[in-house]
């Protein structure tokens, strides 16, 4: 998706931040790092950097050199969104953000969304943060995400490429590989959505 | 400081990704592609030079441009192609849709692709 908005024809100049949560680096992904991190990829105008260098040149004068709070980060990236032509932010794997970093994330979202109109925002995460973002943002759009057939025949034959062994394979094997598994994967995919899962009870 | 001419199809980096033919290669700005109407971007090399890796560490220890490089590498071509197609991306890309529009959650369950969607 972002090398689409990259390689997309454009009028006029977009940034793109990223954020990847994960479970492994629950630790240090804070929200108030997190929106840091998004602002530092959004520094790429003269007086966006300007904007930050002077808030950094402050707090270093102010008891050796003060750490940002979540509201002080937000505010600048308001300020720096405000200053771009159009920003998007993704931000990938929800789930993984620990809960009491979540809400937090999902309510600095909405505050930036609330003043930049033309700012967009992509989020992917499993069904059971559904809830949170659904309820946060009240409008917006949800696309579910299944394995596509095209998909896996990609996959597997890309695997198929790598095979070391080519000459073990047969061609009925291989055949069998590239029909089977895409057709039990589908059934498994259409399976599970038949079955209540605690999110779906919820609405 | 006078501006540097870069082609389209170019990454404004470090020289880590690997998108385009980059002519000048001086670094700190992150992951920001621009393009315009004569796809030609232009880059302020005082805004490169200034970029402080305090201030960078400053704003946030993290680094997800590091991830995204993984996930891009790893990324099969076509893979997620459909989601481009979906009225709903559209939509959200597009603007048309408003404030209303301003957020795509895509929702699936673990294994499914969505990191490599992004």
């Known amino acids: 998706m972002i090398d689409d908005l990259c390689d997309a024809p454009c009028e006029e100049e977009i940034a793109i931040a990223m954020f990847y949560c994960d ?56 300020q720096a969104v405000a200053m771009l032509p159009q920003v998007f932010i993704c931000i990938d794997a929800l789930d993984e953000c620990p809960p009491k970093h979540l809400l937090g994330l999902l309510r600095s979202i909405k505050d930036i969304l609330r003043e930049s109109l033309k700012t967009r925002v992509f989020l992917t995460g499993r069904p059971q943060v559904e809830a949170e973002i659904t309820g946060s943002f009240i409008t917006g759009l949800t696309v ?47 399976s599970a959505s038949t079955v209540p899962t605690p999110c779906m009870i919820l609405y | 400081m006078g501006s540097t001419s870069y082609q389209r199809s170019i990454w404004i980096g470090d020289g880590n990704f690997d998108c385009g033919n980059v002519t000048n290669s001086n670094n700190i700005v992150n992951n920001l592609r621009v393009t ?83």
Request: aromatic fraction near 4%; hydrophobic fraction near 35%; glycine fraction near 8%.
């Open chain 1, 23 to 78: 479970f492994s680096g629950q630790q240090e992904q804070t929200t108030t790092d997190i929106v840091g991190a998004i602002l530092k990829q959004l520094l790429v105008r003269g007086e966006v950097l300007e904007h930050v260098q002077k808030a950094y040149r402050k707090a270093k004068r102010e008891v050796g050199g003060r750490g940002l709070r979540l509201p002080d980060m937000v505010q600048m990236l308001k």
């Open chain 2, 36 to 118: 315009n109407r004569n796809n030609t971007v232009n880059v302020n090399n005082k805004i490169i030079a200034d970029a402080n890796p305090e201030i960078m560490q400053w704003l946030s220890p993290l680094n997800p441009r590091r991830r995204h490089q993984d996930v891009r590498t790893d990324r099969l071509d076509g893979v997620g192609n459909w989601l481009l197609e979906t009225n709903e991306f559209r939509e959200w890309r597009s603007r048309e849709g408003g404030a209303e529009k301003a957020v795509l959650f895509c929702c699936g369950d673990p294994g499914v692709g969505k990191t490599y969607l992004t």
């Open chain 1, 144 to 190: 579910p995400i299944v394995s596509k057939t095209h998909d896996i025949h990609i996959y597997l034959e890309s695997k198929l490429e790598m095979d070391p062994e080519p000459m073990a394979m047969s061609v009925g094997l291989r055949a069998d590989i590239l029909r089977i598994i895409p057709e039990r994967i589908s059934e498994m995919c259409a």
